[in-house]
């Protein structure tokens, strides 16, 4: 009860939501706003547009339901990423994990990044506590993440996904990764 009560506190304090069970099937459009785009900046090539359309809904083949997430590069430059908007509010001494499914429609998007992020109450970014590569196919593929030791002072976890990485044959190459049916909670339930 005690480590519920300080989780309790702990969320009214940051604002942030509560590690329960999260999930997110995108079928509701204002939940669509939990994710954005992050890694960002306006260039000629990052125009406005562009920028606003690295993270959208769509309903191109869903892995269930009507609709869900897509993480768009169209950018040779740099490489965007998308985040869980506000980070996860947290309980000691509990093992979490991050999870969904994934697929391509482009054979460039060859792998895809997911991580967790270590944070204090108040933002302050104190390390990755996970992150895996994935290979990416055309059909829906089940990925998930366990988040690893925390570093002192960790009181919220951000979700993070990447659309490329540093270890693919062509960094810079564009694509996209459509994403549905995500879940972050305690290991060992509700699918975890």
Known sequence: MKKLSMGLIAMALTGSAFADTLKWDFESPARDK???AWGTKQTDEATPERLAEIVTYSTEK???GT???VLRDQLSTFNPYMVLAKPIAIL???HYAFAGFVRS???VAEKFKVGI???????????????E???TSREWTRFQVKVGELPPGTECLRLAVFSHTAESSNPTATGEIFLDDLIF???GTDGL
């Open 117 to 131: 992020e270590a944070e204090t109450k108040d933002g302050k970014f104190l390390g990755w506590v996970a992150m």
């Open 105 to 107: 429609n482009s054979a």
């Open 133 to 135: 590569t994935f290979d």
């Open 67 to 69: 609709h869900c997430l």
């Open 34 to 36: 939990e994710w954005l």
């Open 62 to 64: 869903p892995h269930e």
């Open 185 to 187: 909670g305690e290991v």
């Open 92 to 94: 000691p001494d509990v």
